[in-house]
């Protein structure tokens, strides 16, 4: 048995609106499926080999007998960056609620930020800080994700 091609899937409100805010953050679309309609009911987007499924819950719940949770904070994606301040910049920009501003974290070892996309999914941006670059100060080592409710 062989498993490959992991991928998360989101339960969005609008397929095409969350495909949108990914794609500002640097995800090209790799495939889109529509349902009785032209609007896209599911649509997988990739990020350096990770996929990220992006779908409506009412048809998951119709072919699949799936129960998708629609609310709260149900996974927190985590995204590596270089530039911690521009990438949470950039998801304001396209329309991320503001979570938690930039700031260090592990005892400076990283920077992390986060914001929250259209449909509440808390997304977490993590810089590596090298030595250099480290603050000195004494950072909260909680897990933010718990922190911010998910």
Known sequence: MKIYNPQVILFVADVARAARFYAALGF???FSATGAGTAPVKMEMALE??????????????????????????????????????????????????LQG?????????????????????????ERRTTSDRSGAAADTRDNCTKTGS
């Open 49 to 98: 080999g990770f996929e990220l499924g992006l779908a409506l819950p009412g048809p998951a719940a119709e072919a699949h007998g799936l129960t998708p949770v629609t609310a709260g904070h149900r996974a927190c994606l985590t995204l590596w960056t270089d530039d911690v301040t521009a990438a949470y910049t950039a998801a304001l920009d396209a329309g991320a609620k503001d």
């Open 28 to 30: 090209n679309e790799e």
């Open 102 to 126: 930039p700031h260090p974290f592990l005892d400076g070892r990283l920077r992390v930020a986060f914001v929250e996309d259209f449909d509440g999914h808390p997304i977490q941006f993590v």
